[in-house]
């Protein structure tokens, strides 16, 4: 099996017409709606970041509750209770603050869950997310890079 972590960045552009990366994150969701050997991981803070984010850009709150629901019914789309799996990731949190740079705490609750599955991508637009944590993590794809978006072709297709 094959697993797609997905950063707040990518759902926001996905569940956002108005976003100016929607119509790359659409294609990429269609894609990955066609790969029947993906499962797609959503850490949950993701999911709050998610909501507040939507609603700060002034997206309804039931246009953007009904999005999530519908999303998350998806078959393949689990959620990682970090919550739940919050001591699972203390060597992975350890590798990272080994790092030479300052970090965001979410983002690298992202990544700690990324690091727990094989054979996976972390999908995200967040290059300094991807380039701060590329020494522990080098699969994060930055979807709105032609050159990241026929990596994770061949990843959906391999």
Known sequence: MKYLIEDSSFIVSLLNSDDPLHGDAYNIFVSILRTDKLTVIIPSIVLEEV?????????SSTLVVN???????IKRI????????LFNLVENFKKILALPYSFKANDSS???????YQN?????SDVKMRNRHKNVYPNICCFQDIDNCNALETFFTS
Request: aromatic residues 8%.
């Open 51 to 59: 909501l507040f984010v939507l609603l700060r850009n002034g997206i």
């Open 78 to 85: 689990e959620i990682y209770s970090i919550e739940k799996n």
């Open 67 to 73: 999005k999530l629901q519908r999303m998350l019914k």
């Open 120 to 124: 996976s991508y972390l999908l995200t």
């Open 110 to 116: 992202i990544v700690s869950c990324a690091m727990k």
